[in-house]
């Protein structure tokens, strides 16, 4: 049985930081695409970035390119996501998401992840 528990969320200023880990209970991570998606108030569930199982290929939606980076350790089987220069918009509930499917590039769909973790809160004061 799959788990993805993340933590790191919180409460900072517009202009801040955080950084997002999610820790996979899971054999062989290496072996598996992992992202993050987002869901604020009001709004649709939305990609946010990936990380490739195989060649640590990454994506990012364009509203948080160049201020996300995601990265994965294999080793402890966690993925993280270092926000900078957040922003009011950048307010939601993030999830840590897992694809099974060793998929050529890293999805960006929802559908493309079968296993989503529970979430955790951030929140960018203006």
């Known amino acids: 049985q799959v788990q993805l528990v993340e933590s790191g969320g919180g409460l900072v200023q517009a202009g801040g930081s955080l950084r997002l880990s999610c820790a996979a209970s899971?054999?062989?991570?290496?072996?598996?695409?992992m992202g993050w998606f987002r869901q604020a108030p009001g709004k649709e569930r939305e990609f946010v970035a990936a990380?490739?199982?195989?060649?640590?290929?990454?994506s990012y939606a364009d509203s948080v390119k160049g201020r996300f980076t995601i990265s994965r350790e294999n080793a402890k089987t966690a993925v993280n996501l270092q926000m900078n220069s957040l922003k009011f918009e950048d307010t939601a509930v993030y999830y840590c998401?897992?694809?099974?499917?060793?998929?050529?590039?890293?999805?960006?769909?929802?559908?493309?992840?079968?296993?989503w973790g529970q979430g955790t809160q951030v929140t960018v004061s203006a």
């Open positions: 990380i490739s199982w195989d060649d640590g290929t990454k």
């Open positions: 998401v897992l694809d099974s499917i060793r998929r050529v590039r890293p999805g960006l769909r929802r559908n493309e992840y079968d296993y």
């Open positions: 899971v054999r062989t991570f290496s072996r598996y695409t």
